[in-house]
């Protein structure tokens, strides 16, 4: 291997790189921002009953009664 040769990043890395070095703080905005939104504490028993009560959609639903 010659003394020269450099790893390859591709541009995408780099700019993550350049955006992570410029705001030290970004990723734990980001983790910050993922739990405001999808980290959420699951209510199992209400999630079961929601599940129970879902009625089954009735095939070919386009032509019911009034269609005729």
Do not use: C, H
């Not at 739990?35 to 032509?63: G, S």
Request: charged share 30%; proline share 9%; aromatic share 14%.
């Amino acid at each position: 291997m010659p003394f020269f040769w450099k790893p390859y990043t591709s541009d995408v890395t780099s700019f993550i790189e350049e955006l992570k070095a410029k705001k030290p703080t970004l990723e734990a905005e980001q983790q910050a921002g993922r739990a405001l939104l999808w980290d959420k504490a699951i209510d199992r028993d209400a999630q079961a009953e929601y599940r129970a009560a879902n009625v089954p959609q009735k095939p070919y639903v386009y032509f019911g009664p009034s269609s005729k």
